[in-house]
């Protein structure tokens, strides 16, 4: 089993910035993918935003989030962070981590972390 904690979440101005921090502990493969994802109020999926590999390759899927959201990785503390800039009110949502491994694409989730942007 693994088990993902988010944290970094928040109340925030438009313009402002929050860092989020997803820590991954329990049995990891060597071989794993962790994304963030969020889900904004009113809707009922969550919208990948952001990817890297254990190789520390980063994907940026949403555009609205590019030249905005930084993801990157501190390998030996199986954590990954999601740096977020010029926060937008359309920015919130519950932040969610997401850890992927095996051939049998086992995947994990953690609680979420709320972010709000004010206007």
């Known amino acids: 089993q693994v088990q993902l904690v988010e944290s970094g979440g928040g109340l925030v101005q438009a313009g402002g910035s929050l860092r989020l921090s997803c820590v991954a502990s329990?049995?990891?493969?060597?071989?794993?993918?962790m994304n963030w994802y969020r889900q904004s109020p009113g809707k009922q999926r969550r919208e990948l935003i952001a990817?890297?590999?254990?190789?520390?390759?980063?994907?940026y899927p949403d555009d609205s989030v590019k030249d905005r959201f930084t993801i990157s990785r501190e390998n030996g503390k199986n954590t990954i962070y999601l740096q977020m800039t010029n926060l937008k009110p359309e920015d919130t949502a519950v932040y969610y981590c997401?850890?992927?491994?095996?051939?049998?694409?086992?995947?994990?989730w953690g609680r979420g972390t709320q972010v709000t942007v004010s206007s």
């Open positions: 990817a890297i590999s254990s190789g520390g390759s980063p994907a």
């Open positions: 329990g049995r990891i493969f060597e071989a794993h993918s």
């Open positions: 997401r850890l992927t491994q095996g051939f049998n694409g086992e995947e994990y």
